[in-house]
């Protein structure tokens, strides 16, 4: 698990292709690596890999067909930026919010502003995807925690604080960019819970959470 809160950028040295696979070369800029063993877990752009080798100043890792599929490494290439975050500790501060790493889709820049010091973004997620983002909700993108400030139909809206855009890769994201976007893992457990324990008989009911189903389940009076 992870937090969201970005311990450092790094870059990608190698990139193998291996059939559907890839394994990755990261440079860890400035992440400690003192307590990195082998099979331990590193965030890097969102996505939950494991090392396959420690290096002195980075590591290497295997994504599966089924990773690439889901985000943006089939486009990386070498030298691009990364951002990096190990797993979280018992004694971690929970700065941000829980994060699998566990990348659920793709999004795509649409409109970039500035306010104030600020950077807002506007990203398009897929829709299906689109019933976990809520106002004021938590979302992943790049494997940076953010808060979600405003959603429309399948389009949110996120701001970057200038802490955030220095120790990121967000502030070089521009229109027309993909990111790797994860959900709330709390959202997507409480509709599968719901839709199970409100309609037993149909537990992959296609409707996803209705008023009905919201009411069966005892969120509604």
């Known amino acids: 698990m992870f937090t969201g809160i970005i311990e450092s950028v790094g870059s990608l040295r190698y990139v193998e292709r291996r059939g559907d696979d890839i394994r990755l070369t990261v440079a860890s800029g400035k992440l400690d690596l003192s307590d990195v063993k082998l099979g331990d877990s590193i965030a890097t752009n969102g996505v939950c890999l494991t090392v396959v080798?420690?290096?002195?100043?980075?590591y290497l890792a295997d994504i599966?067909?089924?990773?690439v599929a889901l985000t943006g490494f089939s486009h990386y290439q070498?030298?691009?930026a990364v951002n990096l975050e190990k797993a979280l500790t018992p004694t971690t501060r929970l700065g941000g919010?829980?994060?699998?790493?566990?990348?659920d889709g793709i999004a795509i820049v649409k409109e970039r502003q500035h306010r104030g010091k600020a950077i807002e973004f506007w990203l398009s997620a897929p829709k299906v995807l689109t019933r976990y983002i809520a106002h004021k909700g938590s979302i992943t993108i790049d494997g940076v925690s953010l808060t979600v400030n405003e959603v429309n139909d399948h389009q949110f809206r996120v701001t970057i604080v200038p802490h955030t855009a220095a120790e990121t890769t967000l502030i070089t994201l521009k229109v027309g960019d993909s990111v790797n976007l994860e959900v709330d893992l709390i959202a997507r457990h409480l509709e599968r819970l719901m839709l199970y324990t409100g309609?037993?008989?149909?537990?992959?009911?296609?409707d996803g959470v209705t008023m009905d189903l919201l009411a069966r389940s005892g969120f509604l009076r």
């Open 199 to 206: 309609a037993k008989d149909q537990p992959n009911n296609a």
């Open 53 to 58: 080798k420690c290096l002195s100043d980075g």
């Open 78 to 80: 070498v030298g691009r």
């Open 97 to 103: 919010h829980m994060v699998s790493g566990h990348v």
């Open 64 to 67: 599966s067909a089924e990773t």
